[in-house]
Structure formats: structure tokens, C-alpha cells
């Protein structure tokens, strides 16, 4: 496990306590520390008083006053621009550009703000748009292993009638 630094100063200028920071701590970071914590009800509702978090249908969202702490905005764009593939092969024999290489190119620039435009700097549908196309990557990998089998029965003539 990671060491945790503790901004004590952004802490008492935000009103909160070590266990309230720990527990933001814990949901910006995937519940990373969750075996060591007690998320009690009580200390998530006063954080969601304080304008921390949003509890929402058995979830928990950071709020924008979070990114004080967190800028998990920019990770997850770059987690998911890694993600998504850059180029691909057309039919024809070229490449096709999908998505900028870098986040630094001026492609990339405006892909970023469109990213923040449409996302709102709403951190959960951030991390639910990465899994959202990690998925469709997984299932179209699995497309092409079957179609590649397939195509490769029909090569061998296995079933043939």
C-alpha cells in the first residue's frame, strides 16, 4: 500500500477531520483503504452536509468541493484515452485515426474540453464512461476471436455437409 499524505492545512481550512479525510480518501481512490476503515452512515451523511459527497441510490459520489483534495477529472480522461485505441485498420488497407495519442496535441486539447462539456466534471459518470468502453474493447476482442475461429472452421471444412 501507498503512503497517504495528509494536506492537514486544506483540511481545517475545509472544516474537516482526519477520519472525514480518510474517508474521501477512500472513495476518490477506489475504496483503496476500505479494510481499514469504518464508513459509518453518520460520518457519510455529514459529509454529504458539508457538500463532500453525494449518497445516491446505495453509492457515493465526490462533489466538486472534493477536488480540493482529488483531481481525479484529469486522471480519468488520460485513463480513458489510453484505453480507447488510437488508430485502426480500415478495410481498404489503411489506418484510420481514432482518438488523439496524447492528451497534448491540439486534437487532444479540444477532445478534453468536450470531455469536461459533456461530462460536467461529475466524477462518477467519469469512471462510469472508462468501464463503459473498457467493456465494449473486451467484448469487441472477443468478436474478433470468434470470427477468427469462425473463419477458420470454415477454412478447414469441419463442417461441411
Known amino acids: 500500500m501507498d503512503n497517504i499524505t495528509i494536506p492537514v492545512d486544506d483540511i481545517v ?4 477531520s482526519i477520519n472525514e479525510y480518510l474517508l474521501l480518501y477512500n472513495i476518490s481512490n477506489g475504496y483503496a483503504i476500505s479494510g481499514l476503515l469504518d464508513p459509518s452512515l453518520v460520518s457519510l451523511s455529514l459529509l454529504e452536509k458539508k457538500g463532500f459527497i453525494k449518497l445516491s441510490d ?11 483534495f482529488f483531481n481525479k477529472d484529469e486522471d480519468l ?3 480513458w484515452l489510453k484505453t480507447y485505441p488510437t488508430k ?12 488523439p495519442s496524447s492528451p497534448d496535441t491540439i ?4 477532445l478534453k474540453k468536450k470531455w469536461r462539456e ?6 462518477g459518470t467519469c469512471i ?3 468501464q463503459f468502453w473498457d467493456l465494449v474493447l473486451q467484448l469487441y476482442a472477443v468478436q474478433l476471436r470468434i470470427t477468427t475461429v469462425i473463419k477458420w472452421i470454415e477454412s478447414v471444412g469441419v463442417f461441411d455437409v
Not at 107 to 110: C, D, F
Not at 118 to 123: A, F, G, H, S
Open 58 to 68: 446505495n453509492q457515493v459520489f465526490l462533489r466538486d468541493k472534493a477536488k480540493v
Open 88 to 99: 485502426v485498420v480500415k478495410k481498404s488497407g489503411g489506418k484510420r485515426a481514432l482518438s
Open 118 to 123: 459533456v461530462l460536467k466534471n461529475n466524477v
Open 128 to 130: 462510469r464512461t472508462v
Open 13 to 16: 481550512k475545509n472544516g474537516l
Open 107 to 110: 486534437l487532444g486539447k479540444r
Open 77 to 79: 480522461f488520460l485513463v
